[in-house]
């Protein structure tokens, strides 16, 4: 079984910078799963969880929603079994909770993936 454990966040004020990171345990071949980086306002279901951005396997393919191109930085550090969301900029509409995933096949629908943190709260506020 998989575990995933998010950290990093907390509140921030609008432009600063804050990075997340997922350690993800219980799986041998953290290096054949692609991860992404998903979004939930509070009170919403798992399936309205929207897709910040994902990176495959090997890192060399990067997806991002459009409202953080230029702000946000997925990458993955494949030794360390741990992805990073690197956040810039940060914009009150940031606010949220950030949930780390596992996926076998990549994607960007919540569908794609079957391992999930707890996820990590970003308060955007000044």
């Known amino acids: 079984q998989v575990q995933v454990e998010e950290s990093g966040g907390g509140l921030v004020q609008p432009g600063d910078s804050v990075m997340l990171s997922c350690v993800v345990s219980?799986?041998?071949?953290?290096?054949?799963?692609?991860m992404g980086w998903f979004r939930q306002v509070p009170g919403k279901e798992r399936e309205e969880r929207e897709c910040v951005d994902s990176i495959n396997y090997s890192g060399d393919t990067t997806y991002y929603t459009d409202s953080v191109k230029g702000r946000f930085t997925i990458s993955r550090d494949n030794a360390k079994n741990t992805v990073y969301l690197q956040m810039n900029n940060l914009k009150p509409e940031d606010t949220d909770v950030y949930y780390c995933?596992?996926?076998?096949?990549?994607?960007?629908?919540?569908?794609?993936?079957?391992?999930w943190g707890r996820g990590n709260q970003v308060t955007v506020s000044s």
């Open positions: 995933g596992v996926s076998a096949c990549g994607g960007t629908t919540t569908d794609d993936y079957d391992g």
């Open positions: 219980g799986r041998r071949t953290f290096d054949k799963y692609a």
